[in-house]
């Protein structure tokens, strides 16, 4: 069977250019036979299927011929394996360490999780690959919005409905807006395809509210439990670094002792 390139670099087809060259770093560096610890062989495997994919979609003409060969489409899913998650210990490390500095890192990693898994991985990569921890949070806005963009289209409601059904876990509701968006293209009547759909795939919540609201970021049944992991995680983070803080003073307060 030919491979899927993108699922070789662990990425979605909406992947940017500087996703595709993070991912393809992180890889050279998880399988390099300096610090690989399994099989030499599998990593050399590896390295064959990770060189072979890169060639061709870090290319604009290839990647074009490859898509269209593909037939990768518009379509909204989520393929994302666990093994397609795990990092260079190294950039796994300088991560949780950046948390530290950084507490909100993980909730705008986790948010983007949520919607999809390799979204969350390419915001990952790109923050340690290219350093780009004081544009973390213009990062994640501007790969959910490619992201909605792709699979959603451009209009804003649509956009904010398909984030709050995914965010509640209304996969189907999401599929349909999906099938809409790339039938009706930028011709698409919000309303009427956002009744349709609320219709179609009521909320089973005793208060649901329009997912096409612009205060959609307030999410349905059991979000408040998530949002409280995520509170958790935030905590976390500030007091490691309270912890680091107090360490450092702690450290002038005894040279100067």
């Known amino acids: 069977m030919e491979l899927n390139y993108y699922q070789v670099l662990g990425l979605s087809p909406d992947a940017e250019l500087a996703v ?37 979609l870090s290319d604009p003409e290839k990647r074009r011929e490859y898509d269209h060969q593909w037939g990768e489409s518009n379509t909204y899913q989520d393929s994302w394996s666990e093994e397609q998650s795990q990092l260079d210990e190294e950039l796994e490390s300088t991560w949780q360490y950046s948390v530290n500095f950084y507490p909100d890192l993980l909730t705008l990693h986790l948010s983007l999780s949520r919607i999809s898994k390799e979204l969350a991985y390419a915001f990952k990569l790109l923050v340690v690959e290219e350093k780009l921890f004081n544009e973390r949070v213009k ?12 699979y959603f289209g451009s209009n804003r409601r649509i956009q904010l409905a398909a ?14 807006l999906n099938k809409a968006a790339k039938t009706f ?22 208060n649901e509210q329009d997912a096409d609201s612009k205060d959609a970021k307030t999410y349905a049944a059991g979000e408040e439990e998530s949002l409280e ?3 958790v995680y935030v905590k976390r983070g500030v007091l490691a670094l309270v912890g680091v803080l107090f360490m450092y003073f702690l450290a002038i307060v005894t040279a100067n002792a």
């Open 20 to 56: 595709i060259k993070a991912a393809y770093r992180a890889l050279c560096k998880k399988y390099h036979p300096d610090k690989f610890d399994g099989d030499p062989a599998e990593a050399t495997a590896r390295m064959q299927q990770v060189n072979e994919a890169h060639a061709v």
């Open 139 to 150: 990062l994640a806005d501007q790969l959910e919005t490619a992201f909605l963009t792709r």
């Open 229 to 231: 992991q995520e509170r």
């Open 185 to 206: 293209g930028n011709s698409i009547d919000a309303d009427l395809v956002l009744t349709r759909v609320r219709q179609s795939y009521p909320c089973k919540a005793k």
């Open 163 to 176: 984030r709050g059904y995914i965010f509640q876990g209304r996969r189907q509701a999401a599929l349909e």
